[in-house]
Structures are given as structure tokens and as C-alpha cells.
């Protein structure tokens, strides 16, 4: 089971990496909202597949979030009440 958990969560941060990867070719730098969602995906991804998981785990991937309530309100209030029922 750890094995299988440690694979799916490389298979579901692959996607955050190789995006991150692709706007840092050179000088350029990731935006600072692409940052906050690939925390926020890294940790959702730990979150979802790893070997134990606890409900509080999920204010991990909820911190990044919180700075992105401005950006876009409606989606961090779904995700924050989702977060609730988990």
C-alpha cells in the first residue's frame, strides 16, 4: 500500500511539476498565483493519496489558497466549504 500510495502521488504532482518546469526556462520566473496553485495542487495530491490522511490534513492544502481569495472568491469559498465536509 506505500508503495502504491507514493506512486500515485509522483503520477498526480507530475502535471504541477512539469508546468512549473515549463515557465522557468531561463530568467523567467512562475507568476506568484502559479506558485500558490501548485502548492495548492502538490499538497492536495498528498492529501489525497497518502498512506494515512487525518481531516485537519487538509488546511495544509488550504493555506495557499487563503492569499488567492481575492483573485478568484468563488472558487477558495468552494474549496474552503468542500474542505469542511471532508
Known sequence: MLRYSLAA??????PTLF???????GDQQP???RLL???FNS?????LVSF???E??????LAPLAFLVLDDPIF??????TAAFR
Open 9 to 14: 502521488t509522483v503520477l498526480l504532482l507530475s
Open 19 to 25: 508546468d512549473l518546469w515549463r515557465h522557468t526556462r
Open 31 to 33: 507568476s506568484p498565483t
Open 37 to 39: 496553485l501548485a502548492l
Open 43 to 47: 499538497a492536495s495530491a498528498f492529501f
Open 52 to 54: 494515512q490522511v487525518h
Open 56 to 61: 485537519k490534513s487538509y488546511l495544509l492544502p
Open 76 to 81: 477558495v469559498g468552494w474549496v474552503s466549504v
